[in-house]
Antibody, heavy 124, light 110 residues
Framework: QLQLQESGPGLVKPSETLSLTCTVSGGSISSSTYYWGWIRQPPGKGLEWIGSINYAGRTKYNPALNSRVTVSVDTSKNQFSLTVNSVTAADTAVYYC????????????????WGQGTLVSVSS | QSVVTQPPSASGTPGQRVTISCSGSSSNIGSNTVNWYQQLPGTAPKLLIYHNDQRPSGIPDRFSGSKSGTSASLVISGLQSEDEADYYCAPWDDSLNGRVFGGGTKLTVV
């Protein structure tokens, strides 16, 4: 059974860089079938897709966050990571990692399964 | 403000049939499949419906999805108390070249 687990600091200072890692178990991140993505949810608010990556490093990003976000993959560790630069209080959220299903036209389809999520707070 | 619109809330009594709508445009729902996610209180979202109307293994057939034009709907039949959750629709948007989520609908079972 595929499982994903987020890890990283729970508190980041404003203007600094947020870094999270997702460890995949029960399956290989090197599968050519899937992408691996990040989604976030500010407290009490809705979901926002951040970006996704495949095993070869091909990425897709939310245009609203593109300039500050990088998603990377480490197939040797079966992990993928997220960095968000120049964070503000608006980046405070629960961050989820998940498996992402691509379509032949280059878009992304369903997300399943999801990690349990990790809360990252941006505060001095 | 999401480009895909859901009602912020919905409610029903046990056993009732509830419909949650998801309204978009030709660049998202009109040209791409819609997926639905259920988020129970305090938990991560879970895939509920994919490809507009398909249920993943383990999802009860009380849950069904449909799409027509630039709108999609999630129907929950035989409502149960454990269905109380937030529900999100999520299509791809060709204009934005990215995935979008609806604002979410909080379902209350009264």
């Amino acid at each position: 059974q595929l499982q994903l687990q987020e890890s990283g600091p729970g508190l980041v200072k404003p203007s600094e860089t947020l870094s999270l890692t997702c460890t995949v178990s029960g399956g290989s991140i090197s599968s050519s079938t899937y992408y691996w993505g990040w989604i976030r949810q500010p407290p009490g608010k809705g979901l926002e897709w951040i970006g996704s990556i495949n095993y070869a490093g091909r990425t897709k990003y939310n245009p609203a966050l593109n300039s500050r976000v990088t998603v990377s993959v480490d197939t040797s560790k079966n992990q993928f990571s997220l960095t968000v630069n120049s964070v503000t209080a608006a980046d405070t959220a629960v961050y989820y990692c998940a498996r992402d299903a691509p379509l032949m036209d280059g878009s992304l389809n369903w997300i399943d399964p999801w990690g349990q999520g990790t809360l990252v707070s941006v505060s001095s | 403000q999401s480009v895909v619109t859901q009602p912020p809330s919905a409610s029903g009594t046990p056993g009732q049939r509830v419909t949650i709508s998801c309204s978009g445009s030709s660049s998202n729902i009109g040209s791409n499949t819609v997926n639905w996610y259920q988020q129970l209180p305090g938990t991560a979202p879970k895939l509920l419906i994919y490809h507009n109307d398909q249920r993943p293994s383990g999802i009860p057939d009380r849950f069904s999805g449909s799409k027509s034009g630039t709108s999609a709907s999630l129907v929950i039949s035989g409502l149960q108390s454990e269905d109380e959750a937030d529900y999100y629709c999520a299509p791809w948007d060709d204009s934005l070249n990215g995935r979008v989520f609806g604002g979410g609908t909080k379902l209350t079972v009264v």
